[in-house]
């Protein structure tokens, strides 16, 4: 890993968070030009019916297609990946911009030990506000698909 792109940039924490909300916010950072690197991303959130949301993501990876299956589509299972895919579709992907803000994204499941004595930043916007409302980590998914 490059250490300019270490000290350059900017650490946050995804630990309980929903993940879109982190991602609109992280996608708008990168477009401005900062060095982002996500840590923790298995313990970040997607809010809603632990169920339905697994049953979902997994109908993704058993679609049934009459094409041949090794071309595609294809989705990402790890919880990092699935993170940094979620970021990546908030940002213009196929334009110019967005594959260098795309290039300035690191994400980690958990926190490298590079990092363990750096300041994490934690997002105050994408925090669960609501005690009552059902979640399932990204952790949690990848175990049930």
Known sequence: MND?????????DAED????????IVAKRLLSGE?????????????????????????????KTKSNPLKGPFYPRKPDQVLKRTIRGMLPYKKSRGK????????????????EGQELEVLGDTQ???PKSSYISLGELNTKI
Do not use: C, M, Q, W
């Open 128 to 130: 669960r506000n609501n």
């Open 4 to 12: 300019i792109l270490i000290d350059n940039s900017k650490i946050i």
């Open 100 to 115: 260098e803000a795309y290039k300035r994204l690191k994400v980690f499941n958990s926190v490298p030990g590079i990092f």
């Open 35 to 63: 060095n982002i690197i996500v840590v923790n991303a298995e313990k970040a959130l997607i809010s809603g019916n632990p169920g339905s949301v697994a049953k979902k993501y997994s109908d993704r990876y058993h679609i």
């Open 17 to 24: 968070t929903i993940i879109g909300r982190l991602a609109s």
